[in-house]
């Protein structure tokens, strides 16, 4: 028997992450594994009145080209890939690997090698999503496997049951700040409201940092001074990433300065490192070590001439993402961390950094911990210092100008 949750999953990702409208082509991507979530994404793009298409890839084959393909076919990008790619309106992508170790006996510069072939793909795929004149949208979510639930160190049904709750929380689960936020009228028991008030939210804790220019971040496992003016911050709410919960930023490339030893293991394309501590000067990383798969630290670090400087920081928000499981989709999430990304900035946040890596990883900050924007105490002990429930009542509907819906909310149709 089906779980009931796939189908509620589908509905918020059709009508709430990409509000796909009748007539838009939508790319429901991912693995065979993944078929019971995509088939019923492809059940509500169908009911919206879009027109979908489901794209299934093998993990099996990506695994065969790596270990025995030869140079120029692990660097064949497929004409079809680029061609999907231009046609789509909207793109949904379904994670759901069997086993997410596959790769990591796979020669790290085969890795290398696949990474830079695919950067114009990668390229396009942000490009398409940061022009404003482009109504291509993508949202990327997970399927639960036995291979994530191993990872996680849990039981299928334990991992499926975190898995759905940090998609489908209910108002109650809201940080206390944020539930001044939610509309009375709406069912405290639809997700959709959540989220609501989620974006309405975290839209005023992004206006905020929007207006400053220094951070410092400080505690027992990071010491890190960066600069964020003239960049933007985004609030990630539930429109690129499912589930979501953060504000990020792209980090003004050569003001890095300072160090960070990661709590969590470094997990990339199957590979898990663990201890990693970074040093930073003038932006680019000038040591590195790990605790453990440090050789492959140390390729991606020299992958090309931007994988040593940062291209992402951002703050985990989502309150019902409370572990780490070794997938960075729900790890960046988890509320009262912090993480930065080595290598290629997000389009939209101001970021200048070019590479074709664009690694995660995770710093906890719920233990003696602070961040000071412009000096002032912003976030403290995985909680922010600065409260927004006063803002409430004039916050925007839709999350304002910083929300990661507003690139979307142009192409609606608007009334006559």
């Not at 796979?106 to 072939?117: E, F």
């Not at 976030?379 to 409430?392: K, M, P, Q, S, W």
Request: proline letters at 6%; a negative charge.
């Amino acid at each position: 028997m089906q779980d009931p949750r796939l189908a509620k999953l589908a509905n918020v990702l059709v009508n709430y992450s990409t509000r796909l409208q009748p007539g838009e082509k939508v790319g429901i991507l991912g693995p065979m594994a993944a078929e019971p979530l995509m088939v019923e994404i492809y059940r509500y793009a169908l009911r919206a009145g879009a027109l979908p298409e489901l794209v299934f890839r093998s993990d099996r084959a990506a695994e065969i080209l790596l270990r025995e393909g030869n140079d120029e076919q692990v660097q064949f990008v497929s004409p079809t890939t680029v061609e999907l790619l231009k046609v789509f309106d909207c793109t949904i992508g379904v994670m759901g690997e069997m086993n997410t170790k596959t790769m990591t006996t796979v020669d790290p510069a085969r890795m290398s090698m696949l990474s830079k072939a695919n950067k114009p793909v990668n390229d396009m795929n942000m490009r398409r999503l940061g022009d404003p004149d482009d109504p291509y949208r993508w949202v990327g979510t997970l399927f639960p496997t036995q291979g994530y639930a191993q990872d996680a160190r849990m039981s299928l049904d334990e991992y499926a049951d975190f898995v759905f709750a940090a998609c489908l929380p209910t108002v109650d689960q809201l940080p206390e700040d944020a539930k001044a936020f939610v509309d009375p009228a709406d069912d405290p028991a639809d997700p959709v409201t959540y989220w609501r008030a989620f974006t309405r939210w975290q839209g005023e804790v992004a206006r905020y940092v929007n207006s400053k220019k220094q951070l410092h971040v400080v505690g027992p496992n990071i010491d890190l001074r960066l600069s964020v003016a003239g960049r933007t911050w985004w609030s990630a709410d539930g429109h690129v990433n499912f589930p979501d919960g953060e504000v990020f930023t792209g980090p003004v490339e050569d003001s890095v300065e300072g160090w960070v030893s990661f709590t969590y293991p470094a997990v990339f394309r199957g590979h898990e490192v663990r201890g990693v501590r970074l040093r930073f000067e003038s932006g680019r990383v000038v040591e590195a070590s790990a605790e453990s798969s440090e050789a492959f630290l140390l390729e991606m670090l020299n992958l090309d001439e931007g994988s040593r400087r940062l291209g992402e920081f951002a703050i985990g928000t989502n309150p019902s993402i409370d572990r780490f499981t070794g997938n960075t989709l729900f790890d960046e999430k988890i509320k009262g961390t912090c993480h930065m990304a080595l290598g290629k900035s997000i389009p939209g946040t101001g970021g200048v950094n070019e590479s074709g890596l664009h690694w995660d990883m995770v710093c906890d900050l719920r233990q003696d911990s602070r961040i000071y924007a412009d000096g002032e105490l912003f976030y403290e002990n995985g909680e922010f210092a600065v409260r927004f429930a006063e803002l409430a009542g004039d916050a925007a509907s839709d999350g304002g100008p910083y929300s990661m819906g507003a690139m979307f909310r142009r192409r609606e149709p608007q009334p006559d």
